[in-house]
């Protein structure tokens, strides 16, 4: 009776080794660097419903745009992989004045911001009923 034995027996356990290293250091942002997500809600003043037109853009501190998306119909938005430390939110809907928040990745708090649309109003002269 022969025996038939690998000649290699860790080879499979080495390409499953080099499987792994790889998909860790491609999941590995820059060196020194940490990446963050920023993440939250778009919801309206009052509470109300959503208009479909909701856009989220993000951009880095000197202004550059980074990334742009609509949001769901929960509202919620998130960004992530962002390895720079300062952003701003520019959140624009049809009939809403366009709002800008300002956040730093350091802070938990400002990775999670919940921004409040507030609509156009225009102002109607009332007259009074004498004059």
């Known amino acids: ?15 499953l080794a080099v499987r792994l290293i790889l998909t860790v250091l491609c999941a590995m942002p820059a060196m020194g660097q940490t990446a963050h997500s920023i993440e939250g809600p778009v919801r309206t003043r009052d509470n109300g419903p959503l208009p479909r037109d909701v ?3 993000l951009e880095e501190a000197e202004g550059a745009f980074s990334a742009q998306q609509s949001v769901g119909n929960d509202g919620r938005f998130r960004f992530d992989c962002l390895e720079g430390s300062m952003y701003r939110l520019v959140v624009t809907a049809k009939a809403y004045r366009t709002v800008s928040q300002d956040g730093e990745l350091a802070w938990e708090a400002s990775r999670i911001p919940t921004i409040h649309l507030v609509s156009v109003v ?4 009332f007259s009074s009923p004498g004059g």
């Open 55 to 57: 856009t989220v853009r």
């Open 122 to 125: 225009k102002k109607e002269e």
């Open 1 to 15: 009776m022969s025996r038939r034995t690998s000649q290699r027996p860790w080879a499979g356990y080495s390409r």
